[in-house]
Nanobody, 114 residues
Framework: QVQLVESGGGSVQPGGSLRLSCLAS?????????VAWYRQAPGKQRELVALISTITTVRGDVQGRFTISRDNAKNTLTLQMNSLKLEDTAVYYC?????????WGQGTQVTVSS
């Protein structure tokens, strides 16, 4: 059974940093065709934050602040978030796609407030 479990969320002040991790079980992280972090703020649609597939990319409003990385030895996907802003507040979800199947984690809350 494939599972993705996020950790590392929390509350920080603007300008702070958090490091989110996603641990895969039942599958090797390296087996996914693509892995990504999404987020969903209250009242908004879920949006792609960062992606690793044949390319590595992050959305424009987090570029230079967020870094996505995959550690195949630890079977984890990481999102390093620096210089956090109020508008980064959301539930962050780990996502993996293999062939025609998509897997989601349960989400981890990130709250940026002063």
């Amino acid at each position: 059974q494939v599972q993705l479990v996020e950790s590392g969320g929390g509350s920080v002040q603007p300008g702070g940093s958090l490091r989110l991790s996603c641990l895969a079980s039942g599958i090797k992280m390296s087996d996914f065709n693509a892995v990504a972090w999404y987020r969903q703020a209250p009242g908004k649609q879920r949006e792609l934050v960062a992606l690793i597939s044949t390319i590595t990319t992050v959305r424009g409003d987090v570029q230079g602040r967020f870094t996505i990385s995959r550690d195949n030895a630890k079977n984890t996907l990481t999102l390093q978030m620096n210089s956090l802003k109020l508008e980064d507040t959301a539930v962050y979800y780990c996502n993996g796609v293999i062939d025609m199947n998509t897997f989601w984690g349960q989400g981890t809350q990130v709250t940026v407030s002063s």
